[in-house]
């Protein structure tokens, strides 16, 4: 089964940037989409930023020019380059991954993924 494990969150100030990461065990980035996805206070869980094996991607329209999604196969390792950071950004942030759905399904839709992580804090103070 593929396990998740999200790390690298933490408090900013607003314009700042992190990095958070999600370290991936058994499973092959060639045949696996990932995606990250976000639920801040009175908020449902949203799509934020998604990843395919052939390196598509698709982004909410409200991160897009601010985050980059990415991987690193070296390490197994999926990141979100967050920059430009806003309160409205703060949020639990979770990875999560998927065998058939592509990046454009798995943003818009948190119920197409099928592993996912724990979870990390991200806050944006202004």
């Known amino acids: 089964q593929v396990q998740l494990t999200e790390s690298g969150g933490g408090s900013v100030q607003a314009g700042g940037s992190l990095k958070p990461s999600c370290a991936v065990s058994?499973?092959?980035?060639?045949?696996?989409?990932m995606a990250w996805y976000r639920q801040g206070p009175g908020n449902e869980r949203e799509g934020v930023a998604a990843?395919?094996?052939?390196?598509?991607?698709d982004y909410a329209d409200s991160v897009k020019g601010r985050f980059t999604i990415s991987i690193d196969s070296t390490t197994n390792t999926l990141y979100l380059q967050m920059n430009s950071l806003t309160p409205e950004d703060t949020a639990i942030y979770y990875c999560?991954?998927?065998?058939?759905?592509?990046?454009?399904?798995?943003?818009?839709?948190?119920?197409?993924?099928?592993?996912w992580g724990q979870g990390t804090q991200v806050t944006v103070s202004s």
């Open positions: 999560a991954a998927d065998r058939w759905s592509g990046p454009s399904t798995l943003v818009r839709s948190s119920s197409s993924a099928r592993f």
């Open positions: 058994r499973f092959y980035f060639n045949s696996f989409s």
């Open positions: 990843i395919d094996s052939d390196g598509r991607t």
